[in-house]
């Protein structure tokens, strides 16, 4: 079974043994696997990635030296079951399924363990009480975002964003071109996307994003009068004095009010900003640039140490969530989003390669004016971009 092994750094083709289920799980072959900024991470950092999931208890991820197929963002076709399956599914059905398979006593991420070989190969296995059916006839090269969709679904899912929120995305980035299209899917009434790269602007557009930003010329957060947040400690002041007086006058008592506002989410109003870049200096600009009482999705990996100041988040009062992942519900709606038709994700795919061409789809990633996501499809020939 052909697979690209990435061991070193280095990324080949080579000859694998054939794959048997175990017990739960069932193999499929690979129609499309996406490539995958955190694929990008590992091939580089994945033994600095290797000691910080050390230190929350995780010891299976790869390190340099191992012999690792990466490959997380996968659909694919059922080829057989192994034992103690429930084969709800007949055997040619098109399914994805989150990339974690149990091996013994131990649970591996698929393409990050060494224990669990991912998608860019020919076949791979999965655990069947992951896998979900792909509905609605949903082509292959649409049905593999289901795993970036239900990384993004679940940013805004924590994000608690409604649809009379201002999100601002600082990135468009596969990451943040897929957190555009699921607030546009919400209908988050106003979507703001910065990023340097006029293709990746574009990009945003494409898929949703009402204002697109040049921050080399403009501040994504240049419009926060218009849409009423505070933008100076004075404003934040004067602006609890004027409610509480407002409130004086009325014939209910102010904290009955007060509370109520709250709870409406009218005091304060503030943007829900996604970091979707996750390189040092990020988060110190956006402490620096946000309005007050913003809330700040982290959603961006940054594999290297950073420095922020956090009396700057203290005296705006801006809240700081990290996420990671998605949950096994977050994975299926995402995918049924997809095949409804309520999330578009065509325009996050830039180019299709086969397993030769895997080497040259990361170099070419690394030009944001031609690429944001590029599908690994194992049958295409050559090295070409399709």
Same mark, same amino acid.
């Given at each position: 079974?052909k /697979?690209?092994?990435?061991?070193?750094?280095a990324?080949?083709?080579?000859?694998r043994?054939? +794959?048997?289920?175990a017990?739960?799980?069932?193999?499929l072959?690979?129609?499309?696997?996406?490539?995958?900024?955190?694929?990008?991470?590992?091939?580089?950092h994945?033994?600095h990635?290797?000691?910080l999931?050390?230190?929350?208890?995780?010891e299976r991820?790869a390190?340099?030296?191992?012999?690792?197929?990466?490959g997380h963002?996968?659909? @694919?076709q059922?080829?057989?079951?192994?034992?103690?399956?429930?084969?709800?599914?007949?055997a040619g059905?098109?399914v994805c399924?989150?990339?974690?398979?149990?091996?013994?006593e131990?649970?591996?991420?698929?393409?990050l363990?060494?224990?669990?070989? @991912?998608?860019?190969?020919?076949?791979?296995?999965?655990?069947?009480?992951?896998m979900?059916?792909v509905?609605n006839?949903?082509?292959p090269d649409?049905?593999?975002?289901t795993?970036?969709?239900?990384?993004?679904?679940?940013?805004?899912n924590?994000s608690?964003?409604?649809?009379? &929120?201002v999100?601002?995305v600082? @990135?468009?980035?596969?990451?943040?071109?897929?957190?555009?299209?699921?607030l546009?899917?919400r209908?988050?009434k106003?979507?703001?996307a910065?990023?340097?790269?006029?293709?990746?602007r574009?990009?945003?557009?494409?898929?949703?994003?009402?204002?697109?930003?040049n921050?080399?010329?403009?501040?994504p957060?240049?419009d926060?009068?218009?849409?009423?947040?505070?933008?100076?400690?004075?404003a934040?002041?004067?602006? %609890?004095?004027d409610?509480?007086?407002?409130?004086?006058?009325?014939?209910?008592?102010w904290w009955?009010?007060?509370r109520?506002?709250?709870?409406?989410? +009218?005091?304060?109003?503030?943007?829900?900003?996604?970091?979707c870049v996750?390189?040092?200096g990020?988060?110190?600009t956006?402490?620096?640039? %946000?309005?007050?009482?913003?809330?700040?999705?982290?959603?961006?990996?940054?594999?290297?140490a950073?420095?922020?100041?956090?009396?700057?988040?203290i005296?705006?009062?801006?809240?700081l969530?990290f996420?990671?992942?998605?949950?096994?519900?977050?994975?299926? &709606?995402?995918?049924?989003?997809?095949?409804?038709g309520k999330?578009?994700?065509d325009?996050?795919?830039?180019g299709t390669?086969?397993? /030769?061409?895997v080497?040259g789809?990361?170099? %070419?990633?690394?030009?944001?004016?031609?690429?944001?996501k590029?599908?690994?499809?194992?049958?295409?020939? @050559?090295?070409?971009? %399709?």
């Amino acid at each position: 079974m052909k /697979s690209v092994i990435c061991q070193n750094a280095a990324l080949r083709v080579a000859e694998r043994p054939a +794959l048997e289920p175990a017990r739960g799980q069932v193999l499929l072959e690979v129609l499309r696997c996406g490539i995958c900024g955190s694929d990008l991470h590992m091939r580089q950092h994945c033994d600095h990635l290797r000691e910080l999931t050390r230190r929350v208890g995780y010891e299976r991820i790869a390190g340099s030296a191992d012999e690792l197929v990466l490959g997380h963002e996968f659909c @694919g076709q059922i080829l057989d079951y192994g034992p103690q399956t429930r084969r709800k599914l007949k055997a040619g059905s098109v399914v994805c399924a989150v990339p974690m398979i149990r091996n013994g006593e131990h649970v591996d991420l698929m393409g990050l363990s060494a224990h669990a070989p @991912g998608a860019y190969a020919e076949q791979v296995l999965v655990q069947e009480a992951y896998m979900e059916p792909v509905p609605n006839g949903l082509a292959p090269d649409r049905a593999a975002l289901t795993e970036p969709m239900a990384v993004a679904l679940h940013a805004v899912n924590r994000s608690e964003a409604r649809q009379r &929120d201002v999100a601002i995305v600082i @990135g468009c980035g596969p990451v943040g071109l897929a957190v555009i299209c699921m607030l546009k899917a919400r209908g988050v009434k106003a979507i703001v996307a910065s990023d340097f790269s006029p293709g990746r602007r574009e990009l945003a557009r494409r898929c949703g994003a009402d204002v697109v930003v040049n921050p080399r010329e403009s501040s994504p957060y240049r419009d926060w009068r218009q849409y009423g947040f505070i933008g100076t400690a004075p404003a934040l002041l004067d602006l %609890a004095l004027d409610t509480r007086e407002k409130l004086g006058t009325l014939p209910l008592p102010w904290w009955h009010s007060w509370r109520l506002a709250e709870k409406l989410g +009218l005091l304060p109003k503030r943007p829900i900003i996604f970091e979707c870049v996750g390189v040092p200096g990020i988060l110190q600009t956006i402490l620096d640039g %946000a309005p007050l009482m913003s809330r700040v999705v982290v959603v961006g990996v940054c594999m290297q140490a950073d420095t922020i100041e956090p009396v700057m988040g203290i005296n705006k009062e801006i809240e700081l969530r990290f996420v990671l992942g998605y949950t096994p519900l977050e994975y299926r &709606d995402a995918l049924h989003l997809l095949a409804e038709g309520k999330v578009k994700g065509d325009h996050l795919v830039t180019g299709t390669v086969g397993l /030769s061409g895997v080497a040259g789809a990361f170099a %070419a990633l690394g030009d944001a004016e031609k690429h944001a996501k590029i599908l690994i499809d194992p049958k295409q020939q @050559g090295e070409q971009f %399709a």
